[in-house]
């Protein structure tokens, strides 16, 4: 038999490569002629600014991007910018983004200016919206407390829907169906759009359904999952402005897998021997939002912009023992409520940007362990609310045509309060916090197409109501817990023309206060223990061939991160140096109407382990070694242009020779082969 299947998989490699040569063979044929990159606008400073003139560090991925290579969910849209990694824990299609050798907590997540409320999961916001509604992924680097406050210690994920005022139709309708064959799961997704008379109008509807996923160590107990993803978007421009209305009604159920299954790359163990596990039954967020933009009001005055949102989110997480039986029932709801304000202002050579955000989130916290039921940390309820409120401003000065300085500062109050705690009433407290962060930077145009920046930044992350007030399970909250801080250091050089991208950014990052888990003799417990400095060098470049219309590119990150606890250094702590991406990409023109894309990659990891002191033997130990590895990927896409709308099929081939491996960031293991298949059509 395994001779068969190693027959059977070199068939299968022998096939995939004579794909690609037959597909770059025909590149001469190619003679197509192109057109001048275009600008690449972003938000990533509040406001809509070309990306060779801002300070930051910014990735961008669009929608036509996630056309060609289909995705199961948001965070494996990014593998193509440096600094940027797929994390999961053991909670399979709930993967997440962490930045620069930084936990995924760190990384704040917003959609349409709608912050992603993580503060009752230790290990980061859900991103909990398709990649189908995406219209565009802005993905900032570094510190960004200044305008977007707590959290984005490590940067912000940006997520832009997409919306039907942009559609030159009164009616439009797409439809795609996408199949995985590492979970032998199906995501049928459907949308209806249009404008009409200024008005216009988005809605759609998405599903998905995993089984346990296969991997090269064995199938993944516990791993299955399924979403639903209900959206929709009403606008109305007019003369001076816009107002828009959206809402999402999103759902998730799915296991969670015990880590024991995967640790050091051991074999995936017997389930008779798991001596419990978790299923989240509900994992439900709806969210409205709402905003309104005014322009040119008086002279100096450009624009005012409010926005508000509403948001309901109810977790619920059912333990059971090895034979499946219930143990009780864990369940958290928080509804959050917000509202931000900015205005942008013309004087002169200035551009100030000044604004007041205010977020409110109330929680309820319920635990049930029915086999255990006298204990007092197992079984409570708890409420409270965390309260943000800020006030920020930036300027940029336009010093000459070539030359401007970017500078900006953020007043920041936060309140965490525990009203009720039914085990523990000592733990009714309220915890306040300030704090002042500033950011300055330069960008500097010093030849044509070429952009120079230094950018120096703080950040700031509060402890969560979890780590300061209500613990959780065997956890004990910390009310002593301070804020992480960071003072960050950045220079960069883009490059955008000729067909030629360049993005080069060499950072240092310094941690004060890190929280992080620890064992003490009372329980578990966050503490701030830890100083961390993360340095490193990113580069993303691609480069058109112009007659042949292909495109070779590549994303490198190196990087350290060291730590220092109770006075011991280590620069070892599980976080890969090197990680990279080279590929190409060739579009052809089979006739007027019809469109061929291929994209030949390779991803890579350089070996990481993570070193820990035990200070009551003194001694240095070595644990979670991963070692290195390399995973060859293979995407084609055919789009076509009918009378009756646009075709599209795809087909995304990851992992083609069947590596075993872990991610950096990521406790469980990736798929083994992997075939993404995607057909659509769209009028």
């Known amino acids: 038999m ?3 299947l190693t027959l059977a998989r070199m068939a299968r490699n022998l096939t995939v490569l004579s794909l690609i040569a037959l597909s770059l063979s025909d590149l001469a044929l190619g003679q197509e002629r192109i057109e001048e ?11 809509e600014r070309d990306l060779m003139n801002i300070p930051i560090s910014v990735g961008v991925v669009n929608d036509f991007e996630y056309d060609r290579e289909p995705v199961m969910s948001v965070a494996d849209m990014l593998s193509d910018i440096p600094g940027a990694f797929v994390a999961g824990g053991n909670q399979p299609g709930n993967r997440k983004v962490s930045l620069r050798g930084l936990g995924p907590e760190h990384t704040l997540i917003f959609v349409d200016g709608v912050k992603q409320s993580g503060f009752m999961d230790t290990y980061g916001a859900t991103i909990s919206i398709d990649p189908s509604n995406i219209e565009r992924i802005e993905l900032i680097k570094g510190p960004a407390s200044v305008l977007y406050g707590s959290d984005a210690l490590g940067g912000v994920l940006n997520i832009i829907t997409k919306k039907g005022a942009g559609s030159d139709k009164a009616i439009g309708f797409s439809t795609r169906l996408i199949y995985d064959s590492a979970t032998k799961g199906y995501q049928p997704q459907a949308a209806v759009y249009g404008s009409v008379k200024g008005f216009g109008y988005r809605f759609s509807a998405v599903g998905q359904k995993a089984k346990d996923r296969d991997t090269p160590r064995g199938k993944l107990l ?11 978007q009403l606008s109305y421009a007019f003369e001076r402005g816009r ?4 809402f999402e009604d999103f759902r998730r159920q799915g296991g969670l897998t015990p880590l024991d299954f995967t640790q050091d790359n051991a074999p995936i163990m017997d389930p008779a021997l798991v001596a419990s596990y978790s299923r989240t039954i509900k994992d439900d967020r709806k969210t409205l939002r709402g905003k309104l933009v005014l322009e040119d009001l008086c002279a100096s005055l450009e624009r005012l912009t409010l926005s508000g949102y509403g948001q309901k989110a109810i977790l619920e997480v059912d333990p059971k023992n090895g034979q499946s039986q219930s143990l009780g029932k864990n369940g958290a709801e928080y509804q959050g409520l917000g509202f931000s304000l900015q205005s942008e202002w013309g004087l002169g050579p200035h551009q100030i940007t000044l604004g007041f955000d205010y977020d409110k989130v109330k929680f309820e916290d319920n635990r049930r362990r029915d086999d255990l039921p006298t204990l007092p940390l197992l079984n409570y309820q ?11 401003i930036q300027d940029e000065w336009q010093i000459t045509q070539n030359f401007k300085i ?20 000592a733990r009714e407290k309220a915890v306040k916090e300030n704090r002042l962060v500033a950011s300055l930077g330069v960008n500097w145009e010093f030849l044509e197409d070429f952009s120079a920046r230094v950018l120096f930044s703080q950040g700031f992350k509060t402890p969560t109501p979890l780590q300061l007030l209500t613990g959780s399970g065997y956890l004990l909250p910390n009310p002593d817990l301070t804020p992480e801080t960071s003072d960050n250091y950045e220079v960069g050089l883009r490059y955008f023309s000729r067909g030629l991208y360049l993005d080069l950014s060499l950072y240092y990052n310094s941690i004060k206060d890190a929280i992080d888990y620890v064992s003490t003799p009372y329980g578990n417990q966050y503490q701030n223990v830890d100083d961390k400095k993360n340095y490193g060098l990113e580069l993303a470049a691609s480069y058109l061939i112009e007659p042949l219309l292909l495109t070779p590119y590549a994303s490198i990150n190196l990087m350290k991160v060291k730590t220092v606890r109770d006075g011991f250094k280590t620069d070892h702590n599980d976080r890969a140096e090197f990680t990279g991406k080279l590929g190409l990409k060739w579009e052809k023109d089979l006739g007027e109407k019809t469109r061929l894309y291929l994209d030949a990659n390779a991803e890579m990891a350089s070996r990481s382990f993570k070193e820990t002191f035990n200070s009551a033997t003194n001694t240095v130990s070595r644990s979670a070694i991963r070692p290195a590895w390399q995973t060859a990927n293979l995407a084609l896409s055919l789009e076509s242009q009918t009378a009756w709308g646009k075709c599209l099929a795809s087909l995304n081939l990851k992992n083609l020779f069947d590596q075993d491996y872990i991610p950096v960031g990521a406790f469980l293991p990736e798929p083994g082969f992997q075939m993404i298949a995607s057909v659509g059509w769209e009028f």
């Open 382 to 392: 708890a409420k409270g609310y965390n309260l943000q409120m800020a006030t920020f």
């Open 222 to 232: 516990y791993s299955d999952y399924q979403h639903q993803d209900y959206s929709g």
């Open 243 to 246: 107002l828009e209305i959206g």
């Open 406 to 425: 970017t500078g900006g500062l953020r007043q920041n109050w936060t309140e965490n309060v525990l009203d009720r705690h039914s085990q523990a009433p």
């Open 37 to 47: 990159l275009p600008v690449i606008t972003v938000t990533s400073t509040r406001s």
């Open 2 to 4: 395994s001779n068969r």
